[in-house]
Structure formats: C-alpha cells, structure tokens
C-alpha cells in the first residue's frame, strides 16, 4: 500500500491553526442585571464581644468621600440612615446619642465614574450584525476577501461604596479608634432611584444577615 | 507564557512535518474535574482541545512526541455567600479558568500498531499556563502563572487503513498547586483522530 503524507501535514495545519485560535481563552458571559454586580462584604474583630454591646450611636448624616470640586449625592443618605437604625434596632441594642455608646457605627458613601471602552470584531457577531455592511459595499452580491473595519465603543458606569465602620470607642489606640466591625457594599449606581433605593435596603439587610455573631 | 507555549507547540508540529515515521492527532475531550479543583469549578469542561505529535523510535510500538492542550473551565455559581481569608462576601460568583499545556509524551501500543484495534497507553509530563478567575460583583479575583503539569491516557485506536484512523481514550491530568493557584485535576474523555507518514 501507497502511503500518503498528505494527511498528517492537513492535521498539523490544523493543529498549528487552531493553536492560535486557543489563545484566545474563553470567558463567561457578563451578568445581565444591575444588581447581579452587588456585592457585599463584612469582617470582624474576632477578639471583640458582641454579646456585650448594648448600645450604639449613629451620627444624623453619611460621611461622602468625594474628589476635590466634586459634589457630594444625598439622595440616599437618609434610607441608609434609617436601615442601619432598623438593623441595629432589631440586635436589641439601643441608639443613643453620646461616644459613651458601646459601639459607634459610622457610615460613608464614596461614588466615582469608571470608564470602559471596547474593540468590537466582526467574529464576535457572526451573521447580520444591524447596522453593519460590507465593506467595501459589494458589487453584485458576496464580495470576499475583505477585511471588516472594527470599531472601539466606549462607556462609562457610576460605581458606588457604602462602608459601615463600627468602632469601639472605649479602646481608642492614640488618635484612632479600633474597628471592630466593618460592612462594605459596592455596586453599580446605575438604574432608577427606587431599583438602587430597594438595593441598598437589601444589602444593608444582608450585611447583618451575613454577620449573625452580631445578635448575641 | 501561553504565547510561548504555542510558539514552541508551532515549531514542534513544524519539525513533525520533516520528520520521518510520524503521527499527528487531534482531539476534543470533555473534561470532569476532581478533588479541590471540583470545590473550585464543579461544572463539566466541554471545551478541551489537543494536538500532537508522535515520532517512532526503534520498537515500533513505542512513539515519542509532544501535545499542546487548551482546556477550559467555567461554573456560574450564581448568587450566594461564601467565606474568604479574613471576612464574608455576597455576591454573584463565577469561577473559572483557561488551561494551556504543553507536554512531552510516551506511547506504548498493546499490539501491532499497524493492526485494525490498537490498544495503547500514554504517559505525558510537562508544564502549563492557567489562569484561575474568580468574578464577583465588579471585582476579579485572579491568580494566574505556570504550573507543572502530568497527564495518563488509556486508550484504544481504530485503523481505517495503515495512515488514517480515530481514537478514544480516557485520560487523567494533574497540576500542583502553584503561584496561588489551587491543584488542579480532571478526568477526561477523549475522542481524536490521527494520521501517519513515512
């Protein structure tokens, strides 16, 4: 029998080929909702007791961390404010209004602009992309041979971050304050007032949910 | 690193093709992750390509050669809430990786490797590129470099005729944890095709 050498160098090609194409990698796809980006963190003072706190103070306002000529949103100051009173409230502690409280919890919201911008590729849509044509236009039907112009499409998104810092004031180190609890929250600032009102409420909710060694 | 690993993978197939007594498959294997690796994607990997190349040596039932695997990895976890060194984080989760390997393998056949039914065994060692992601909220956990890397194929293939023919194996891989990377290990199965020249 004749043998052939054709058919390791077609497979080799292939092999060669698809070796680039690997580089590619691949990635999941991105969520497709607002809140799908929340995220919420807490940690403690592992040496700290809990189960001792009976009463807390919370200040009347939210601290904003804002770039210099930039001005402070306090749309939401006010249900941050009464979310915390709730969740305090329901660990059985007591709000009160001087630093001999056992805790002081003081919250703070920083926001700030990201910008993205993206390369887009005719792979990426295979197919009738709206919009998009051949280029050049096609004279008399299928023009091959073509490369498709890409694009580079920018955006930009508002990311926001409530940080809630629960301090024991009875053991001041120098000039700070010991954190002995602290509850992050960081999402997109995008989307209606009511959407990111009832997002905040709900993370509020899960830091205390996600922290239980707080109800003691 | 990858870019290297597939500039070498290139040159490998390229001096297969000079060669004499040569063999080149391609494979596509869906992949079932095991041990610690499970905890970080549980999710069967069905994106798992390899290319090689096999040389004989003086006994015609042992071959040489070299493979280049992509292998990817991904589970959504979905919303939930997990511990992390320090803390407790909530938020929506997706894990997952991208395996580049390259490997030095050895191939012993059960029986006359020109026969209809071959029966074959394969050893691989070499190393990877991986980059092991965790997304979360608007944050990516990243830990990513290179890792050692082994692989054991049992396998069976079926000759059409004395150059062309298809294979099916089951194959394990491993790679130690390194550069902050958990170990990383899966079964597979493989299906591939594969050609000779003289």
């Known amino acids: 029998m004749r043998i052939k050498k054709a058919y390791p160098k077609a497979i080799a090609a292939v092999l060669i080929l698809s070796s680039s194409l690997m580089l590619w990698g691949c990635y999941p796809k991105a969520p497709d909702y607002i809140e799908d980006y929340d995220l919420v963190y807490t940690q403690q003072d592992k040496t700290f007791d809990f189960s001792k706190v009976a009463t807390y103070m919370l200040p009347d306002s939210v601290e904003h961390i804002v770039n210099p000529g930039d001005k402070p949103d306090h749309t939401y100051d006010a249900l941050i404010l009464s979310e915390l009173k709730k969740q305090l409230d329901n660990l059985g502690w007591q709000r009160v209004t001087t630093s001999a409280a056992d805790v002081l919890v003081l919250p703070s919201v920083m926001a700030s602009k990201q910008g993205v911008c993206t390369a887009y590729c005719w792979y990426c849509y295979w197919g009738w992309y709206p919009g998009w044509g051949y280029y050049p236009p096609p004279v008399g039907g299928w023009n091959p041979g073509y490369w498709y112009p890409s694009d580079i499409v920018c955006a930009s998104y508002n990311t926001g971050t409530l940080t809630v810092n629960m301090s024991n004031p009875k053991q001041p180190k120098g000039q700070q304050l010991g954190v002995v609890w602290l509850g992050v929250l960081n999402g997109l600032l995008e989307g209606g007032t009511a959407n990111i009102s009832s997002r905040i409420q709900t993370n509020i909710g899960q830091m205390f949910k996600q922290s239980p060694y707080l109800n003691q | ?198």
């Open chain 2, 1 to 198: 690193m990858k870019y290297l690993l597939t500039i070498i993978a290139a040159l490998t197939f390229y001096t297969a093709l000079q060669a004499q007594e040569q063999a080149a498959e391609f494979s596509y294997q869906v992949s079932f992750p095991t041990g610690n690796f499970k905890d970080f994607v549980s999710k069967t990997g069905w994106v798992g390509f390899t290319g090689a190349y096999r040389h004989r040596i003086g006994n015609p039932q042992l071959s040489l050669g070299g493979a280049f695997s992509w292998f990817y990895f991904q589970d959504k976890k979905g919303y939930g809430t997990f511990p992390t060194t320090k803390g407790t984080v909530t938020g929506n989760r997706s894990n997952y990786t991208n395996i580049y390997q390259l490997l030095a393998i050895v191939q012993y056949d059960f029986k006359n490797p020109k026969e209809h039914t071959v029966p074959y065994v394969r050893i691989g060692v070499g190393g990877d590129y991986q980059d092991q992601r965790t997304d979360i909220g608007l944050y990516i956990v990243q830990a990513d470099g290179a890792q050692f890397a082994a692989n054991a194929d049992l396998g069976v293939r079926f000759n059409k005729d004395e150059n062309h023919g298809f294979f099916i194996a089951a194959t394990y891989n491993t790679l130690p944890a390194a550069n902050g990377m958990i170990a990383t290990t899966f079964f597979g199965l493989k299906l591939g095709i594969s050609g000779w020249g003289h």
